[in-house]
């Protein structure tokens, strides 16, 4: 194997190769092979499923509670019923749609393309309800049901968990990059990381709402994620990559704890593994996907990552009568924004503020690192603030850097009405929706909303310091990012989108960005949605097999 900085630069190249450019798109298929169309739904042959209880969604918790520290929900205890609510408010279906004769299913979890990459899985000892003997399971969201992969002895799981607080779970998610190559080729690497950070942040905002906290194991190395979720045996369906395992703990009892110990995570590869998975479709293109998975994969080590000098700060929020698990639940892309819907200035600046990983506050309370990405935004629709373009500073102590870096600003200042806590600044005032438009491919969404955004990240000084293994990390801050931006919008009644297609230098000219320091991974737009009243939409669960 090379050594690290000769793995840094192949995902230096990876990143360079997989920008789009004005001239010309990353290189991908360029037309749909309907023939080789993955199966959104992996299933494991000859394993035990165990139906899991559909949780409708109640009045409480409200949705801005989960974000208070006096008001956050009580921790619920692990049951059959609470572990059924987790995955029913992450990685379940959230309901059918079709037009004619076809039909797809959506979810809880954003997906570039709906083409879901992301797979989840469930380490638990014994859990009232559900299981008498520790397992490892794979979720399937459309039974809603676990398949028991493994069981294993007590003693193994005491010693597994023997750092972490009493209820502690764990859960595991890897990527099928097929199912997003299949359609976007050699660029599809990062939009399984964005979805992965979705499902991070989908995961950490359901725990949240029983009262739970998770953190992820970001010590353990990627050849440990595949043992404990049992991805490393042999089989001929589409490869499954794993990407990260986080610990689910009790609010009060949230632990730093990043790690598990090697000589019980190696016990895992001589369990009695059941179950085969399923072969997703009947041919594959190589488009790169394996290279860059194994340019990136985590050693197991210790990492100090560095943390806030002065983290963020929260201020007193009203609570909205919103229902935190309904937002959730009905959570979608707008597929066209209606370029009239204006937000005003105050839930403007609240949806930004939860943006910032306020200590303890989920989602972002379950990274071990500080931010590391900035939102530049482009303002187009919202009361008493300018058009223009914004910045929030993400990580104040970046503040100055990135003064320096954005040589097209003018002199920075905060927009009126800017609460002191939020490190909001105006750059520019201007007409920014054709900008926002021509660079996120030429998309209506981007300029037709109240506003959209590219999110800016620290790029190579983190991926130096840390490693090339760093680099899936950036996309599941940004995913987890838009994760949030989804449910802020939902809770404030209009609707947003992920845009994962847009002109990468272009916006590093917009800003100025005059090297690599800085790069946009991902884009979002956030605004009043126009309906497509074409499509007809069907409840998530019961439905009949076909
Ligand atoms: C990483 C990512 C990139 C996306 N990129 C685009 C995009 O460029 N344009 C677009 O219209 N939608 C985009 N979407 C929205 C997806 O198409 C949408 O999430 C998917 O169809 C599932 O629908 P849902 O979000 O309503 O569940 C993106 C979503 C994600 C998570």
Redesign the pocket.
């Known amino acids: 194997m090379s050594n690290q900085s000769d793995r840094l630069q192949q995902v230096f190249a990876y990143h360079q190769a997989t920008k789009h450019q004005f001239q010309a798109y990353a290189n991908g298929p360029g037309y749909l092979d309907w023939e080789t169309q993955p199966n959104p739904f992996r299933r494991y042959a000859g394993a035990r499923l165990i139906a899991l209880e559909a949780i409708e969604p109640a009045d409480q918790p409200l949705y801005d509670d989960v974000f208070s520290e006096q008001r956050a929900p009580a921790a619920a205890a692990v049951n059959l019923r609470t572990v059924s609510q987790l995955f029913y408010d992450s990685l379940a279906l959230?309901a059918w749609k079709s037009a004619g004769e076809t039909r797809w299913a959506?979810?809880v979890n954003?997906?570039?393309?709906?083409l879901h990459p992301t797979e989840g899985y469930l380490i638990c000892g014994p859990v009232e309800g559900l299981c008498d003997k520790p397992m490892v399971c794979h979720y399937a969201p459309r039974e809603h049901g676990l398949e028991v992969l493994a069981e294993f002895d007590i003693a193994l799981w005491n010693t597994l968990c023997g750092r972490f607080p009493e209820h502690t779970f764990f859960i595991g998610l890897s990527s099928i990059h097929w199912r997003e190559a299949w359609k976007y080729g050699q660029r599809a690497y990062r939009?399984c990381m964005?979805?992965a950070g979705?499902a991070l942040g989908a995961i950490s905002m359901a725990a949240g709402g029983l009262g739970w906290r998770t953190r992820l194991l970001d010590n353990l190395g990627s050849d440990d994620l595949a043992l404990l979720m049992g991805t490393f045996r042999d089989h001929d369906a589409e490869r499954e990559e794993p990407d990260v395992l986080m610990a689910c703990v009790p609010a009060e009892l949230a632990t730093q704890e990043t790690s598990l110990p090697a000589a019980s995570v190696l016990s895992f590869e001589s369990l009695a593994w059941q179950g085969s998975p399923n072969k997703l479709s009947p041919s594959h293109l190589d488009w790169g996907m394996d290279k860059i998975a194994q340019q990136v994969s985590r050693p197991r080590a210790a990492c100090q990552y560095r943390s806030f000098e002065n983290p963020p700060l929260s201020w007193p929020l009203p609570s909205r009568p919103v229902s935190l698990r309904r937002v959730i639940r009905q959570?979608?892309?707008a597929?066209d924004m209606d370029g009239q819907t204006r937000l005003s200035r105050d839930t403007f600046f609240r949806i930004l503020h939860r943006t910032l990983a306020v200590p303890g506050a989920p989602p972002f309370s379950a990274l071990p690192w500080k931010s590391h990405i900035h939102l530049a935004l482009f303002v187009h629709r919202v009361d008493d603030i300018p058009q223009g373009l914004y910045l929030l500073v993400r990580d104040p102590a970046q503040t100055n850097a990135l003064q320096q870096a954005l040589t097209q600003a003018n002199p920075w200042h905060k927009p009126p009405g800017c609460p002191q806590q939020l490190p909001l600044y105006c750059l520019i005032e201007a007409e920014t929706q054709t900008a926002a438009r021509q660079i996120?491919?030429h998309?209506d969404?981007a300029s037709d909303g109240c506003f959209s955004l590219a999110m800016l990240a620290e790029y190579t000084e983190p991926l130096q310091e840390y490693g090339p293994w760093f680099y899936p990390r950036l996309y599941w801050e940004a995913?987890m990012i838009?994760q949030l931006l989804?449910l802020e919008a939902e809770a404030a009644g209009i609707r947003s989108?992920?845009?994962?297609?847009?002109f990468d230098d272009p916006m590093h000219e917009v800003l100025g960005l005059e090297d690599q320091k800085l790069q946009d991974l991902?884009?979002f737009t956030v605004g009043g949605p126009v309906e497509d009243t074409r499509l007809t939409t069907l409840p998530a669960y019961p439905l009949e097999l076909s």
């Open positions: 959230s959506l979810r954003a997906s570039s393309g709906n939009y964005h979805d979705h959570r979608r892309s597929v996120s491919c998309q969404i995913g838009g989804y989108t992920g845009i994962g297609c847009f991902y884009h």
